[in-house]
């Protein structure tokens, strides 16, 4: 049992992950979302460096790439975002596990599938149940079709199943029911983790 809480990577989160006490340390799996912010010249390259700085000796950071562009993120960049991040985070000491989802294009499943490789710490299949960015249940062909790209047995990959917000009552509890049963259908695959975000309030309730 784990706690998984869900950062935006912020200078206060790292903070706070910087000085968690060890016993908690162990029973945490922070995922970090990064987010485009305009006032950033390099959101990656400032993300790797509050890393090195702030993520404790061993802690393996779940980084989610997906609301970045997947092209190059500067004029002379080579690779996206998870190869620029698997590449800087190496650098930096710090273990790196890709989020990656069945709806990724291909170059980006390859490039998670390459951060494995240098990190040794899989990737983390996140399925979103959310009513804003629903997305059609994986089959047991796209599974199969991600893990062989990603070259990983299923015992290599954490589950995230993402209810997102919640605008009422009634939204909450259509979202609850539809995660645990998105967790029922997945269950057959033998997950090295498995961890629903409840649904949670949105800004405006």
């Known amino acids: 049992m784990a706690y998984v809480p869900i950062l935006k990577g912020k200078v206060g989160e790292f903070s706070a992950l910087e000085h968690v006490t060890p016993a908690v340390r162990s029973c945490i799996r922070p995922v970090m979302e990064l987010i485009p912010d305009p006032d950033v010249r ?21 980084v989610d790439t997906g609301a ?18 698997s590449e800087s985070l190496d650098l930096r000491g710090v273990l790196m596990c890709p989020v990656v989802r069945c709806t990724d294009p291909r170059d980006v499943l390859v490039e998670a599938a390459q951060a494995v490789v240098v990190h040794q710490s899989g990737v983390c299949l996140r399925v979103s149940v959310a009513d804003d960015i629903l997305e ?8 199969r079709g991600l893990l062989k790209v990603l070259r990983l047995e299923p015992e290599e990959v954490d589950l995230l199943i993402d209810a997102g917000p919640v605008h009422s009552n009634v939204t909450r509890d259509r979202l609850a029911d539809r995660a645990l ?19 949670a309030p949105s800004r405006s309730t």
């Open 136 to 143: 059609p249940l994986p089959d047991h062909g796209q599974i």
């Open 42 to 62: 390099d959101a990656l390259e400032t993300f790797c460096n509050r890393a090195m700085d702030a993520v404790p000796h061993g802690t393996v950071l779940t």
């Open 181 to 199: 049963a998105t967790l029922e259908a997945l269950s057959p695959w033998r997950w090295r983790r498995e961890c629903v975000l409840p649904p």
């Open 68 to 85: 970045l562009p997947t092209a190059r993120v500067l004029e002379g960049d080579v690779g996206g975002p998870i190869a620029r991040l």
